[in-house]
């Protein structure tokens, strides 16, 4: 089993997602301002019972991912053959795997996406999978997600989807308000802790975090529950072993001030080829602005 990221299945299926945007509508939710004030606030909420309906489909969107990693897209293990359990993820498959193509094209995830982010239009940026298997004890390092990426801007929301009850010992921990502190922090290898070959001066080393620190969040999960957080925003995990199957899918949302860029190094997904010079606004053929919900 290798450990790292891979580029496996081409991840571009569709000729023209933008058509596809236009051709599909996507319900609104109302968001409490309240809400939308502590997501600028802290960096992180959770939605209870955001998404319910969705967690059996996108398990079997997920289980076909487990089940043959290299028919998809960038699969990347990050537990060593000497380490218990197993930590997969893949990235990029909603093109590829038809439960995430309608989550993203006919949820209310875009329209809240659009609200936190206080933007006009929600683009898809990519959709992140993760599986934890019982016994594994691996540590997620504390990072952010900003510089992993392929772009730059300030208005930004991942939507998490717990698949699985996740308590508080293996929850996600999130330092509230990092994402306002104006450092950028050097991507990290899940597998390895270290450091991304980086030639970019501006970035700098990533805090040590107490995961148990006064400004930390972290909030036991249910399945359907949603953790929201901007890309700037620290978080990690800790080394406690995991007792039952912890499965996650998340989609990646940019706003309206979000813009390509270059990075001096290394990025996860690997995107290449994009067509793009840094400070162009990503193709909505590759990246569908999904919010709002038509433009005809």
């Not at 990050?78 to 990029?92: I, L």
């Not at 992140?128 to 691996?138: M, N």
Request: hydrophobic fraction near 35%; glycine fraction near 6%; charge should be negative.
């Amino acid at each position: 089993m290798a450990v790292g990221n891979t580029s496996a299945a081409q991840w571009r299926a569709i000729e023209d997602a933008s058509a596809l945007a236009v051709a599909t509508r996507r319900p609104w939710k109302e968001i409490s301002p309240t809400v939308i004030e502590d997501f600028q606030r802290d960096g992180v909420i959770i939605m209870r019972e955001a998404f319910p309906q969705w967690v059996e489909p996108l398990r079997t969107g997920l289980q076909r991912n487990l089940d043959n990693p290299q028919s998809f897209a960038f699969p990347c293990e990050s537990t060593n053959g000497d380490e218990p359990g197993r930590f997969f993820d893949s990235y990029c498959n909603w093109q590829l795997i038809p439960e995430y193509l309608l989550f993203a094209f006919t949820s209310h995830a875009a329209a809240i996406a659009a609200q936190l982010m206080k933007s006009e239009t929600a683009q898809l940026f990519h959709d992140h999978t993760f599986a934890k298997e019982p016994g594994t004890q691996k540590a997620t390092p504390w990072h952010h997600d900003l510089p992993y990426y392929c772009i730059d801007g300030t208005q930004t929301v991942s939507i998490y989807i717990a698949l699985d009850v996740v308590p508080t010992p293996t929850a996600i921990r999130f330092l509230r308000g990092s994402h306002r502190d104006g450092n950028t922090y050097r991507p990290r290898n899940f597998a390895s802790g270290t450091e991304y070959d980086h030639d970019d001066t501006s970035l700098i080393p990533a805090p040590d975090v107490d995961p148990y620190g006064s400004h930390v969040f972290v909030e036991a999960l249910d399945p359907g529950d949603a953790l929201c957080f901007d890309f700037r925003t620290l978080h990690g995990t800790t080394a406690a072993e995991i007792k039952n199957r912890r499965r996650a899918f998340s989609t990646r949302w940019m706003g309206d001030d979000v813009r390509y860029l270059e990075r001096q190094g290394e990025t996860s997904p690997p995107l290449q080829n994009l067509g793009l010079q840094s400070g162009e606004v990503m193709r909505p053929d590759l990246f569908p602005v999904l919010w709002p919900p038509s433009h005809d």
